[in-house]
């Protein structure tokens, strides 16, 4: 998980590379889709299901919106991951201007 530490931190105090702002495009991307998803699932009644829902699906639940945003991200997204690793570089290349 690529977290703001990695992001401030980079290689060596060169800055974030690359492939880190991709990444937390990317799994910035799959929480904003996570975020769209949760009231979906949580206006579904589970309890007609198979597994009956109850507190255990309850607990679930997250992990389970997470990984389908994590897939949606992989199969494309929302487009959302490619305008972020622009900003994110913007910035990187600002403040090395300031430097």
């Known amino acids: 998980m690529v977290g703001v530490g990695a992001l401030s931190s980079g290689t ?7 492939a880190t702002m991709r990444a937390a495009a990317s799994k910035f991307e799959a929480m904003a889709i996570g975020e769209l998803l949760k ?6 009644d589970n309890s007609a299901g198979p597994f009956g829902g109850g507190a255990a699906e309850r607990q679930w639940m997250p992990m389970l919106v ?8 992989q199969a494309g997204g929302l487009g959302l991951s490619a305008p972020v690793q622009q900003a994110l570089q913007r910035v990187q290349q600002q403040n090395g201007a300031q430097q």
Do not use: C, L, S, Y
Not at 12 to 18: F, H, I, L, N, R
Not at 39 to 44: C, L
């Open 12 to 18: 060596g105090g060169a800055g974030p590379t690359d």
């Open 39 to 44: 009231p979906i699932f949580d206006t579904v």
């Open 66 to 73: 997470d990984a389908i945003a994590e897939r949606m991200v």
